[in-house]
C-alpha cells in the first residue's frame, strides 16, 4: 500500500493566513450583496451604484409585480364562490363583446395585399416564479411593432424603456396575460422592452416576434 507523505508545517497555511483568506471572502461577499443582489432583486440601492448601472431599477421591477401578483391573490382569496362566478361571468362577457368588435372591424377593413415578415423571433420557456426580459436598443422617436404570446399558461409583464441620466418610463403593464401587440416608440434613447414574471404555477413558452427601427435585440435577463 501506498502512503502519502505527509505535507511538512511550513507548506501548511498558518492561522493568520486562514483568518485573513476568510476576512477577504466575508467582504467580498457583503460588497456584492450591498452593490448587485439587493438592487436586482430588492431594488435596495444603498451605495448608489445599482442605480448607476440600471440594476435598482430591475428590482424595483421585480417587487412590484410581486406586489401586485400578492394582491391579486388576496383578492381573489376573499371572493366568495357566488362573488367569483359572478366576476368570472363578466370576464367572459367582456372578452366577448372585444371580440365581436375585432370581427366587425376586420370585415369593414380592406384585405391586406402583403404582409410584412418579422425581423427578429425569440421563444424562450419559464419555470414557475421564473422572470426573463428582452430589450431592444432604440433611438428617440423611433418604433417597433411587437407581438408575443404563451403556451400552457400566462404572464405578469411590464414594457419599459431605461437611458442615460436614469431616464425610465413604464409604457404598460399587465397581469396574467396570454398575449399582447402593438407598437412602442421610444421616449428617449435607450433600452426598450419587456420584463416577464410567470406567475402561472406551471412551465409557459413564450414567444416574442418584433420588426421596426431598432438596432439591437437582446435578453438582459
Not at 425581423?119 to 408575443?148: C, H, N, Y
Not at 403593464?173 to 421616449?187: K, L, Q, Y
Amino acid at each position: 500500500m501506498f502512503n502519502s507523505k505527509t505535507p511538512d508545517p511550513s507548506e501548511l497555511p498558518s492561522t493568520t493566513q486562514l483568518l485573513k483568506s476568510t476576512a477577504i471572502a466575508a467582504v467580498t461577499a457583503f460588497v456584492l450583496l450591498i452593490t448587485t443582489v439587493l438592487p436586482a432583486e430588492y431594488g435596495i440601492d444603498p451605495t448608489g451604484i445599482g442605480r448607476l448601472v440600471g440594476l435598482k431599477k430591475m428590482g424595483e421591477i421585480k417587487q412590484q409585480l410581486h406586489e401586485e401578483a400578492e394582491a391579486e391573490n388576496i383578492a381573489s382569496a376573499s371572493l366568495t364562490v357566488p362573488e367569483l362566478d359572478n366576476t368570472l361571468e363578466n370576464q367572459d362577457s367582456s372578452a366577448t363583446e372585444v371580440g365581436e368588435r375585432a370581427v366587425s372591424s376586420t370585415q369593414m377593413e380592406p384585405p391586406q395585399v402583403m404582409v410584412a415578415e418579422w425581423q427578429d423571433e425569440r421563444v424562450l420557456t419559464l419555470a414557475p416564479d421564473a422572470a426573463a426580459e428582452i430589450k431592444l436598443t432604440m433611438k428617440k422617436g423611433a418604433s417597433a411593432e411587437f407581438e408575443w404570446s404563451t403556451l400552457n399558461g400566462h404572464l405578469n409583464y411590464d414594457l419599459h424603456g431605461d437611458g442615460k441620466r436614469n431616464q425610465s418610463i413604464s409604457y404598460e403593464r399587465g397581469r396574467a396575460v396570454e398575449s399582447d401587440s402593438g407598437e412602442v416608440t421610444a421616449a428617449f434613447d435607450g433600452s426598450h422592452g419587456w420584463f416577464w414574471r410567470n406567475r402561472s404555477g406551471k412551465d409557459v413558452t413564450l414567444t416574442l416576434r418584433v420588426r421596426g427601427n431598432y438596432s439591437e435585440i437582446k435578453r438582459v435577463l
